[in-house]
């Protein structure tokens, strides 16, 4: 089927097949690799991306879902010139290790300083709940959304 | 030596990377005509290969090959002994054992190829319980490799004299502990990429802890020359430990250098669960003695490792887990006997502490029990018995500086306190 998707501020037409998981579409078919698949089952955040701003498993949608929808994924935050507060908070604070959750991680994390610049720790976990870290850097990923949510006040 | 460092934040070098979505994980790489392949995992935990018949996933539009265990021109692999086939040709010994692989144009035919394969089990009953495996009349699993007996490999430690001992002892604590099989969920699945070069070179780009193991494991099962394997370690998306034996490397190898294409191949979660290695669960029988002074005087412990279906890294595992059995204190009377079983659960091999973790449950609860019986906190209890320079640990080593064991307690004595020390 042919299709419009909207990713990071450039449109694409595309022809998909109707049963086409958005992950795949972005990986194979766009080349954005930074969004990752870990379970495949909507359990540990990898592949979130931000679709109108919120937060979700691009395992879990079909492309044909995302239409006329706003999509960003970890390529859209920022580059090595203009990086994202929270890129540069979870490199400077070492919360990243082995990095398969990061981008998931972060799309997360500016999905909720996008609606809340002043969160409460609890307030962090929360909106981290659905990315899985397994080298365990929770306490880190969460200072460094702090350190990046004070950047965004500032 | 230079030690401005420590006690700094470096900048990771492959942070910015990580956190621009640039890094490229295995799955992450492709190579133009590149196929894909997929592989057929036993269901059954022990079972006799009748036959398998490829003849319908062949005939399938789209299938390039289809590679069952006489494709394979040295069948084997292992870390420590190659006890492990790329492909099965007769024995299953775990579920998840692979049959057959299949490359196709598609991930979908390559999975539809796969389910298409028929092969004629026998099924036979397996061996789950470690201590059933032990026993002398129990079937053998490796009998050509690991002879009648399922036992791989007993480590035996004696210090001292356990008679004196057991004399001394004022209290006697006896206890069995059971840890559980854990996977380390690493949260990149397997993948790789393996192609052959311009040069003639089979390329395979893997995210792996070993990769010069890797490719020698991928040339002896091909019949390769080192020279013509080339391992690229791509980034690795966690590992602890799980990344240390062969997963698709020497699949993906052999369909790359057969076909001469390039081969895509990349683990569901639920291939990933079924196909790597798992933390030994252990069983942990202890009799611990001390005085009524609280000076630990015995201790016997048997330690059973269950090595799961193959050997990979199990022997230095348990080794592990026999050294570190009285944990950090000294006893001057000692016996450990420490055993990897062969069985047919999933294989057992590193993960984080490749062995030392288990035995702390065991000797801990132990220090808390004999503490209760003789009155004392378990702080006093450990502080007691703690290693510090000049101990000689159950397999004779003396330490000789960087003890740190007695100040450390101390320093947490004002937080145990308060709320850490039940006493």
């Not at chain 2, 799955?27 to 392949?37: H, I, M, S, W």
């Not at chain 2, 319980?129 to 009349?137: C, G």
């Not at chain 2, 070069?197 to 792996?208: F, I, N, Q, S």
């Amino acid at each position: 089927m042919n299709i419009e998707l909207r990713v990071n501020e450039q449109d694409f037409r595309l022809v998909v097949e109707p049963d086409e998981r958005l992950l795949d579409v972005l990986r194979n078919r766009l080349g954005l690799i930074g969004t990752k698949e870990g379970c495949g089952e909507g359990e540990c955040g990898a592949c979130t991306i931000l679709m109108d701003g919120k937060a979700v498993n691009s395992c879990l949608v079909l492309a044909a879902q995302a239409v006329g929808h706003e999509l960003m994924t970890i390529e859209g935050v920022g580059d090595r010139l203009h990086p994202h507060p929270l890129q540069k908070s979870f490199v400077e604070l070492g919360a990243v290790q082995c990095g398969f959750c990061t981008p998931g991680m972060i799309l997360s994390a500016k999905a909720l300083l996008d609606r809340n610049s002043q969160p409460s720790e609890e307030e962090i976990k929360e909106a981290m709940s659905g990315n899985l870290c397994r080298c365990t850097g929770y306490d880190k990923i969460v200072k460094a959304v702090q350190r990046a949510a004070e950047e965004v006040a500032r | 030596m230079n030690e401005a460092v420590v006690g700094t934040r470096i900048e990771r070098e492959d942070g910015w990377g990580k956190v621009l979505g640039e890094t490229h994980f295995p799955a992450d790489v492709n190579r133009p005509g590149e196929l894909y392949g997929a592989v057929l995992r036993s269901p059954h935990a022990h079972a006799h290969i009748r036959s398998v018949n490829v003849r319908a996933a062949a005939a399938l539009p789209g299938v390039v090959g289809v590679f069952t265990a006489e494709n394979v021109p040295h069948n084997a692999h292992g870390v420590l002994f190659r006890d492990q086939q790329v492909l099965v040709s007769e024995c299953v010994r775990m579920v998840g054992d692979p049959i057959a692989a299949v490359a196709a144009e598609t991930e979908k035919i390559a999975r539809e190829a796969i389910a298409r394969v028929e092969v004629d089990y026998e099924i036979l009953p397996g061996l789950f319980d470690p201590e059933e495996a032990m026993k002398p009349d129990a079937p053998a699993l490796h009998p050509d490799m690991h002879g009648p007996s399922n036992v791989l490999y007993h480590l035996p430690i004696r210090r001292g004299d356990m008679q004196a001992g057991w004399t001394k002892a004022d209290v006697v604590v006896e206890k069995e502990y059971r840890t559980q099989m854990l996977d380390h969920a690493f949260l990149q699945p397997e993948a790789v990429l393996a192609y052959v070069d311009e040069r003639g070179h089979l390329v395979v780009k893997v995210a792996t802890q070993y990769a010069h193991y890797d490719r020698g494991e991928i040339a002896h099962a091909l019949g390769l020359k080192y020279s013509q394997v080339r391992v690229k370690t791509m980034a690795v998306g966690g590992a602890f430990g799980g990344r240390e034996d062969i997963s698709l490397q020497i699949i993906a190898g052999l369909m790359a250098w057969t076909l001469r294409k390039p081969i895509k191949m990349e683990n569901t979660r639920t291939e990933s669960f079924l196909s790597h290695s798992k933390r030994h669960p252990m069983r942990l029988y202890y009799k611990t003695g001390a005085t009524k002074d609280g000076k630990l005087v015995a201790l016997e412990a048997k330690i059973i490792g269950d090595a799961g279906a193959y050997s990979s890294w199990s022997p230095n595992v348990v080794r592990k887990a026999a050294i570190h059995a009285t944990g950090p204190y000294e006893i001057p009377n000692v016996q450990i006997d420490s055993y990897a079983v062969l069985t047919n659960n999933p294989y057992s091999g590193a993960m984080r502490a490749f062995g030392a973790a288990q035995p702390v449950l065991a000797y801990e609860s132990q220090m808390d029990l004999l503490a209760e019986a003789l009155g004392l906190s378990p702080l006093e209890m450990r502080l007691r018995n703690i290693f510090h320079v000049g101990s000689v640990t159950a397999t004779g080593q003396m330490l000789t500086s960087s003890v740190g064991m007695a100040k450390c307690l101390q320093a947490l004595t004002p937080y145990l306190a308060t709320k850490g020390d039940a006493s």
